[in-house]
C-alpha cells in the first residue's frame, strides 16, 4: 500500500494555464506539507497543513493555493503558469510537526 | 546565512572508503534532526534520526553537536548503492528545513 501517493506523476502544460496536483495519504497523520524542488535540486518546503488548518506558507506568490479537504488530502493549484514553476514537487506527511517526513513520489511539472 | 548548511561535494570515493559528511544549522531553537537520502530522480527518503548521544545503524553513524549546532553522517566500508545524495533535516516550530543536500558517489 502507497503510504503518500500523488498525482500525476508528470504534468506538461503551457504557459497560463491552472493545473492541480493531488495528495494523499494513508498513514493517519495530521500534519502534510508541499516541497518544491528546483532544476539545482533544492528542497524547500511550501505549505504546510494540520488537520486541515494551513500553518506554513513560505511566500510563495498566491498562484499556489493549497486546499486541504480532510487531514489525509492536500492538493495543490496553481492558477497562470510560469516557466518558472518548472519543478518537482513533493507532497510529504507527518505524525506531527517535527517528526520525520514521508514523501510521495513526486509530480515533475514541466512548464513550456 | 541559510539556516542549515551542508557542504556540497560532491564526493567520489572508492568502495570500502569511509565518508563523512558535515551539516551546520543556525536555529539554536531546532528541536529534531534527521538525515534522508535521496537517489536521482526519486523522492527524499528517511536514512536516520541524529540524537547528541549519537546513533548507529549498520554502517551509518549520525552525531549531534548542540553546542556547535553541528551533525555528522559518517558511512564506513561504503558500497555501490551508497551513491546519492544525503540531506540533513533540521526541525523546529513544525518546519522541516533542508540542507542542500551532498552528492556521494562511490566507485568500483
Known amino acids: 500500500d502507497t503510504a503518500v501517493s500523488q498525482t500525476p506523476k508528470y504534468l506538461v502544460t503551457q504557459m497560463g494555464n491552472d493545473k492541480s496536483i493531488k495528495c494523499e495519504q494513508n498513514?493517519?497523520?495530521?500534519?502534510m506539507y508541499w516541497y518544491k524542488q528546483d532544476s539545482k535540486k533544492f528542497l524547500k518546503i511550501m505549505f504546510s497543513?494540520?488537520?486541515?488548518?494551513?500553518?506554513i506558507n513560505e511566500t510563495v506568490p498566491n498562484r499556489f493555493s493549497p486546499k486541504s479537504p480532510d487531514k489525509a488530502h492536500l492538493n495543490l493549484h496553481i492558477n497562470s503558469l510560469e516557466l518558472g514553476d518548472s519543478a518537482v514537487y513533493f507532497c510529504?506527511?507527518?505524525?506531527?510537526?517535527?517528526?520525520?517526513?514521508?514523501f510521495g513520489n513526486g509530480t515533475r511539472l514541466t512548464v513550456t | 546565512r541559510k539556516e542549515v548548511e551542508q557542504d556540497p561535494g560532491p564526493f567520489n570515493v572508492p568502495e570500502g572508503a569511509t565518508v563523512a559528511f558535515n551539516c551546520t544549522y543556525s536555529n539554536s531553537a531546532s528541536q529534531s534532526f534527521f538525515w534522508y537520502r535521496q537517489d536521482c530522480r526519486k523522492e527524499p527518503k528517511l536514512l536516520m534520526s541524529?540524537?547528541?548521544s549519537g546513533n548507529e545503524d549498520g554502517r551509518f553513524t549520525a552525531q549531534l553537536n548542540r553546542a556547535s549546532q553541528y551533525i555528522s553522517l559518517l558511512i564506513r566500508d561504503s558500497k555501490l548503492s551508497d551513491s546519492a545524495t544525503y540531506l540533513c533535516?533540521?526541525?523546529?516550530?513544525?518546519?522541516?528545513?533542508f540542507g542542500d543536500g551532498t552528492t556521494l558517489t562511490v566507485k568500483p
Open positions: 510529504a506527511s507527518s505524525a506531527y510537526g517535527d517528526s520525520p517526513l514521508h
Open positions: 541524529v540524537y547528541s
Open positions: 497543513y494540520n488537520n486541515k488548518e494551513l500553518i
Open positions: 498513514l493517519g497523520h495530521d500534519t
Open positions: 533535516v533540521v526541525n523546529g516550530a513544525g518546519k522541516s528545513t
